[in-house]
């Protein structure tokens, strides 16, 4: 008998590991998490929180926390070019947060991964049914045909753990992804990269440039990320190791050189608060999936960094994966609905991969001088409105019952995002009242939204299925039209936000609800 005994077994302490924790425990999930390092990361390796990031953060009652240890949007949500942050030459072009307000009940935010772990794991910990585990080492994983069982180690000893399932949420260099032979798709990695980060007091040279992201065109060229807009900053460039460049070269004397360049003041006194090389790839897993073991976050998919999708497109995994454990674990679904989680995923982490990919070939034309500044300036910050790829991205799946209806037209559905609750498309957000948005009514539950006179068919779907639905009922003028239906019309949306079926008009149907709740928990 093992040690311990749980639902999930989740491998990786970073904002996905502890954010599938979260949702197991909204779930009515027990879960042990083990990280190998001692505590959250100390480096900021991302930063931006995407609106639909920032959606969950709010469901998750920890909005106002992530704000607070962020950067203020408006000064934020921009980006910069130029020679030097100081140069004569810089350029700043602010993402265009009121185009894109309407959509949602919040807007993306940065808030360097450094706080944001720290947020996830202090809301992990005091949720009930989670088990913490920093500095404990997973040694061995073993599945058969009704759980997984593993091996971990700390400086308390060695012990057992025995869970139903186990998520792989252990990186990019994903040692559980290499034992199951599961290979990845993509070109070969793009640079070896090196982030500097420093303080220093330049916050008084950008009181008129404030940005998230500024690319220089330096003697060294780089980029500058802004940690806290004081005197916290990381430099990122790279190194060709064909041209014989390596890690080594960044010694710390050559590192305040890079800073200076940067910043464009030959003197800036400069303290290094530490050096961290990594490999920019772009690659996708083929297979999410390997019997009770499921991969999430960059085990299954590495971004560059362009665009800062990589944890956020992570996190949606979670997001996606834990309700379906939930119901196949309390018997309200068939396993055959676990089917559906690479059905819905892996499309989206491949696309955002690519999304990412693209992003970064505008980098390297800027960077080259392919582009002048202000043709860079434009594609960069034209890319960093990417709301039709975080809220308009949708599943076609067994896990979604299709209405026949087509996906609304957009111009770019890379930047432009169009509201609607075609089936397998996030439900969109309306005001319901002051404060409380249509996204606010959705729990870990089947929610049915209505103008009325589908409660009574809710609760008869209820006991035939066993499946709760939360029935709420809609007094708002545009809902209908929004959401694609006559007045007598319903919507059912799964426990992550995705519609699952559409009735378009009345009456009231238990029989039709029924069928689809069965249909989509594959019963």
Same mark, same amino acid.
């Given at each position: 008998m093992a040690? *311990?005994?749980? /639902?999930?077994? %989740?491998?990786?302490?970073? +904002?996905?590991?502890? !954010?599938?924790?979260? =949702?197991c425990a909204r779930h009515g999930l027990t879960s042990v998490l083990v990280? $190998?390092? =001692?505590? *959250? !990361?100390?480096? +900021?390796?991302?930063?931006? %929180?995407? *609106? $639909?990031t920032m959606e969950l953060a709010r469901a998750w009652g920890i909005q106002d926390a992530v704000e607070r240890e962020g950067l203020p949007r408006e000064d934020s949500l921009a980006v910069g070019v130029g020679t030097s942050l100081t140069a004569d030459d810089f350029h700043r072009e602010v993402a265009p947060i009121e185009a894109d307000a309407p959509n949602s009940p919040t807007y993306a935010y940065i808030c360097a991964q450094d706080r944001f772990e720290v947020i996830l794991r202090d809301l992990a910990e005091r949720l009930p049914g989670t088990d913490i585990r920093f500095a404990t080492t997973m040694t061995r994983l073993d599945q058969d045909e009704s759980g997984v069982d593993a091996v971990v180690e700390s400086a308390l000893g060695r012990s057992t @753990?025995?869970?139903?399932?186990? %998520? &792989?949420?252990?990186?990019?260099?994903?040692? %559980?992804? &290499?034992?199951?032979?599961?290979d990845v798709d993509g070109p070969p990695p793009l640079g070896h990269m090196i982030s500097i980060m420093f303080d220093a007091d330049i916050a008084h040279l950008l009181s008129d440039r404030m940005c998230a992201l500024y690319f220089l065109r330096s003697a060294i060229p780089c980029a500058v990320e802004a940690v806290d807009h004081q005197r916290r900053w990381i430099v990122q460039t790279g190194y060709d190791p064909a041209e014989g460049g390596s890690e080594a070269d960044f010694t710390p004397e050559f590192c305040v =050189?890079?800073?200076?360049?940067?910043v464009g003041v030959p003197d800036l006194a400069v303290e290094l608060v530490g050096v961290m090389p990594w490999l920019q790839q772009a690659v996708t897993a083929r297979r999410f999936r390997d019997g009770r073991i499921f991969l999430a976050g960059d085990s299954a998919h590495v971004s560059t960094p362009q665009g800062g999708f990589g944890m956020n497109c992570g996190i949606q995994d979670a997001h996606n994966l834990v309700w379906k454990l939930a119901a196949v674990l309390k018997g309200t679904a068939s396993p055959a609905l676990l089917d559906t989680y690479e059905a819905e995923r892996h499309p989206v982490g491949e696309r955002t991969v690519g999304e990412s990919l693209a992003n970064a070939f505008i980098t390297f034309q800027m960077m080259e001088g392919a582009l002048t500044m202000k043709e860079a300036i434009t594609?960069?910050?034209?890319?960093?409105? !990417?709301e039709g790829l975080v809220l308009g991205f949708h599943y076609d799946s067994a896990a979604v019952v299709p209405d026949g209806t087509a996906e609304p037209a957009v111009e770019d559905d890379y930047r432009d995002y169009a509201p609607t609750a075609r089936p397998g498309h996030r439900a969109p957000h309306l005001w319901l009242r002051a404060g409380v948005s249509t996204l606010d009514a959705i729990g870990p539950h089947f929610t049915l939204f209505s103008e009325g006179g589908w409660t009574d068919a809710a609760k008869?779907?209820?006991?035939? *299925?066993? @499946? +709760? @639905?939360? !029935? @709420?009922?809609? /007094?708002l003028p545009g809902w209908a039209a929004t959401y694609g239906v006559d007045p007598g019309g319903a919507v059912l949306v799964r426990p992550d936000g995705h519609v699952a079926w559409r009735s378009a008009s009345g009456p009231a149907d238990a029989d039709a609800l029924a069928g689809a709740l069965t249909s989509v928990l594959a019963r």
């Open positions: 040690d *311990t005994e749980v /639902d999930v077994l %989740i491998v990786g302490g970073g +904002p996905v590991g502890l !954010s599938a924790a979260v =949702e990280e $190998r390092h =001692e505590g *959250t !990361s100390i480096f +900021p390796k991302a930063r931006l %929180i995407s *609106t $639909r @753990v025995r869970a139903r399932y186990a %998520i &792989a949420a252990d990186g990019g260099r994903s040692g %559980i992804r &290499a034992q199951l032979g599961i =050189e890079v800073v200076r360049a940067a594609r960069q910050a034209g890319r960093r409105r !990417s008869e779907a209820d006991a035939r *299925t066993g @499946v +709760p @639905v939360s !029935s @709420v009922d809609v /007094d």
